[in-house]
Nanobody, 122 residues
């Protein structure tokens, strides 16, 4: 399994931007499809973005489409989530995940990071 570590979270004002990174260990990173999820207090974990192993295909939840961009650098074993036009409702713990599935369900992913907190103030 691949080990994942997220970074880049923090406090930002509404309308601001952040870029999250997820560094992976293991030489098989390029085999995995990658995803970003988030979980707000009292809410279920929510899929927000996914990218296939090559980076040639991406998909997003409607709630973030046009504002968030997922990308990956297989040479650096890192996946990114660029977030712009942030809203208070984007406040959550953000998790990256790796798996072989191509869907948006948590069951499509087998490895998870520990999460990074994103807080958007109004």
């Amino acid at each position: 399994q691949v080990q994942l570590v997220e970074s880049g979270g923090g406090l930002v004002q509404a309308g601001g931007s952040l870029r999250l990174s997820c560094a992976a260990s293991g030489r098989t990173f390029f085999n995995y499809n990658m995803g970003w999820f988030r979980q707000a207090p009292g809410e279920e974990r929510e899929f927000i973005a996914g990218i296939n192993w090559s980076g040639g295909s991406t998909y997003y939840a409607d709630s973030v489409k046009g504002r968030f961009t997922i990308s990956r650098d297989n040479a650096k074993r890192t996946v990114y989530l660029q977030m712009i036009s942030l809203k208070p409702e984007d406040t959550a713990v953000y998790y990256c995940a790796a798996g072989y599935g191509s869907g948006s369900s948590a069951s499509d992913f087998r490895s998870w990071g520990q999460g990074t907190q994103v807080t958007v103030s109004s």
